[in-house]
C-alpha cells in the first residue's frame, strides 16, 4: 500500500490532525475503518462514493475500500540531520513513505508557543526541508565513499549510482531539493532506490484556524504560493474543526461540516490530494460476494494492475473484461452492460483507467 508520512515543527497540530483522523466518526464507519497499527501508523479507507454505488447496484455483500497508511512521524527539530531531537530515527522514517505530508501552522493563536517564537509557514517549511537536504548530503556522501571500489572495478550498476549521486549531491549543494533534477526514463528506477529525502513529492497541510476552515487566510496563501511554485500541492485544514468533528456521529457531522461551509471533512481532502500528489487512481472489482477497490499508479497495464490483487493474477494474466465505471451505472450493472455491449475484452497492454470494473482471467 501507499504511506503516507505526517511531519513538520513541533506544535503545528501534527498530532491534533492524526488524533482525529484515526478517530473520526466517518474513518470509524464499517466501510472506511481506520484502524490505528501502533501509536503513530494508522490505516485508512479511501472514501469512494463510487465503491458504494457499485455496490448497491451489485447487492454486494460487503464493501472494501482501498487503504492508504498514514505515519506521524514527530521529533523534527532544528538540528534533526545532525542527530538532534529523535534525529536519525526521524529521518528513517520519512525515508520509508511514498510521500510527505507537511503539516504547517497557519494560526494564530497566543497560548500556543511557536518553536520560532512566531507564525511564518514558508519560514517553517524552509527550515524542515534545510533539515532533509542536509540529511540527504550526509547520506550522499557516505554512500559516495561506499561505492568508490566498486566504481574502480567498473561496475555497472555502481557507475549508475555514482553519476545519479553526483547529479544529486550537485543541486543540493546549491541549496535545491534533489526533486528539481530531471531524470532520463531508463534512470527512474535507480533513481527511486536512492530513496533520497528531498525527492519525495510534499502535499503541505495547512493548519488553520477555525473560522478560516473554508478559505484559508493570508497564511495559507503564502504556503499554496510555495506549493505552486515548487511543483508540490496543498491543502487547507482545521486539525482543531477536525477534532471536533471526530467526536461526533456521522449524520451530525455531516451537519457541522454544512454549518462551516466544508464540503467534506478534512480526512477525505487530505487522502484525495495525496492521491493526486501519487497519481494514484482506483479500479474496482463488483460481485455479490464484495465490491473492493484497489489501488494502482497511473498508466498500469491490465496484468500489473492484476498483480495488486495477487501476484498469480499477473504472472498467469489472459485477459480482462472491462467495465468503465459511468457504463457499469447507466447499464445497472454488468448484465446490462454486457447486453449494450459494453463490456470489453482488453489484453496485456490495456491501460487502466480510473474506475474502471475489472475481471481477470488467468491461468494458474
Ligand atoms: P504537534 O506538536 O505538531 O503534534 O502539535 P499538537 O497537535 O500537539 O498541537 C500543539 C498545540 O496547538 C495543542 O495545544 C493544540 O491544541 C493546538 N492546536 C492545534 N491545532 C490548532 C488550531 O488549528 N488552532 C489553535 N488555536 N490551536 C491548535
Known amino acids: 500500500g501507499f504511506k503516507m508520512g505526517i511531519v513538520g515543527l513541533p506544535n503545528v497540530g501534527k498530532s491534533t490532525l492524526f488524533n482525529a483522523l484515526t478517530k473520526t466518526a466517518a474513518a470509524q464507519a464499517a466501510n472506511f475503518p481506520f484502524c490505528t497499527i501502533e501509536p503513530n501508523v494508522g490505516d485508512v479507507g479511501v472514501p469512494d462514493a463510487r465503491l458504494d454505488k457499485l455496490a448497491a447496484i451489485a447487492a454486494s455483500k460487503q464493501i472494501i475500500p482501498t487503504r492508504m497508511t498514514f505515519v506521524d512521524i514527530a521529533g523534527l527539530v532544528k538540528g534533526a540531520s545532525k542527530g538532534?531531537?529523535?534525529?536519525?530515527?526521524?529521518?528513517?522514517?520519512?525515508?520509508e513513505t511514498d510521500a510527505i505530508a507537511h503539516v504547517l501552522r497557519c494560526f494564530e493563536d497566543g497560548d500556543v508557543t511557536h518553536v520560532d517564537g512566531r507564525v511564518d509557514p514558508v519560514a517553517d517549511a524552509e527550515t524542515i526541508e534545510t533539515e532533509l537536504m542536509?540529511?540527504?548530503?550526509?547520506?550522499?556522501?557516505?554512500?559516495?565513499?561506499?561505492?568508490?571500489?566498486?566504481?574502480?572495478?567498473?561496475?555497472?550498476?555502481?557507475?549508475l549510482q555514482e553519476r545519479l549521486l553526483k547529479e544529486a549531491l550537485a543541486v543540493l549543494e546549491e541549496g535545491k531539493p534533489a526533486r528539481v533534477v530531471e531524470v532520463d526514463d531508463?534512470?527512474?528506477?535507480?533513481?527511486?532506490?536512492?530513496?533520497?529525502?528531498?525527492t519525495k513529492p510534499i502535499l503541505y497541510v495547512c493548519n488553520v484556524g477555525e473560522a478560516e476552515a473554508a478559505e484559508g487566510n493570508a497564511f495559507s496563501t503564502q504556503v499554496a504560493e510555495m506549493a505552486a511554485a515548487q511543483g508540490n500541492?496543498?491543502?487547507?485544514?482545521?486539525?482543531?474543526?477536525?477534532?471536533?468533528?471526530s467526536q461526533l456521529e456521522a449524520d451530525e457531522a455531516e451537519m457541522f461540516l454544512t454549518e462551516m461551509?466544508?464540503?467534506?471533512?478534512?480526512?477525505?481532502?487530505?487522502?484525495?490530494?495525496?492521491?493526486?500528489?501519487?497519481?494514484?487512481?482506483?479500479?474496482?472489482?463488483?460481485?455479490p460476494k464484495e465490491a473492493r477497490?484497489?489501488?494502482?499508479?497511473?498508466?498500469?497495464?491490465?496484468?500489473?494492475?492484476?498483480?495488486?490483487?495477487?501476484?498469480?493474477?499477473?504472472?498467469?494474466?489472459?485477459?480482462?473484461?472491462?467495465?468503465?465505471?459511468?457504463?457499469?451505472?447507466?447499464c445497472n450493472g454488468e448484465q446490462g452492460a454486457k447486453?449494450?455491449?459494453?463490456?470489453?475484452?482488453?489484453?496485456?497492454?490495456?491501460?487502466?483507467?480510473?474506475?474502471?470494473v475489472m475481471h481477470f482471467l488467468f491461468n494458474t
Not at 86 to 94: D, S, Y
Not at 139 to 147: A, D, H, M, P, Y
Not at 233 to 245: G, K, L, N, R
Not at 262 to 272: C, F, K, N, V
Open 84 to 95: 538532534e531531537g529523535l534525529g536519525n530515527q526521524f529521518l528513517a522514517n520519512i525515508r
Open 134 to 159: 542536509l540529511a540527504d548530503i550526509e547520506s550522499i556522501e557516505k554512500r559516495l565513499q561506499g561505492l568508490v571500489r566498486k566504481v574502480r572495478g567498473g561496475d555497472k550498476e555502481a557507475l
Open 293 to 330: 477497490a484497489w489501488t494502482i499508479k497511473q498508466g498500469t497495464l491490465a496484468p500489473q494492475a492484476a498483480g495488486v490483487i495477487h501476484g498469480d493474477f499477473e504472472k498467469g494474466f489472459i485477459r480482462a473484461e472491462t467495465i468503465a465505471y459511468d457504463d457499469y451505472i447507466t
Open 233 to 245: 500541492s496543498h491543502v487547507i485544514i482545521s486539525a482543531q474543526i477536525e477534532e471536533e468533528i
Open 339 to 356: 447486453e449494450a455491449g459494453k463490456m470489453r475484452a482488453e489484453g496485456k497492454s490495456y491501460l487502466v483507467k480510473d474506475g474502471d
Open 261 to 287: 461551509g466544508l464540503e467534506e471533512a478534512g480526512l477525505d481532502r487530505l487522502i484525495r490530494a495525496g492521491y493526486e500528489l501519487l497519481h494514484l487512481e482506483t479500479y474496482f472489482t463488483v460481485g
Open 186 to 198: 531508463e534512470d527512474a528506477k535507480a533513481w527511486k532506490m536512492l530513496q533520497l529525502l528531498t
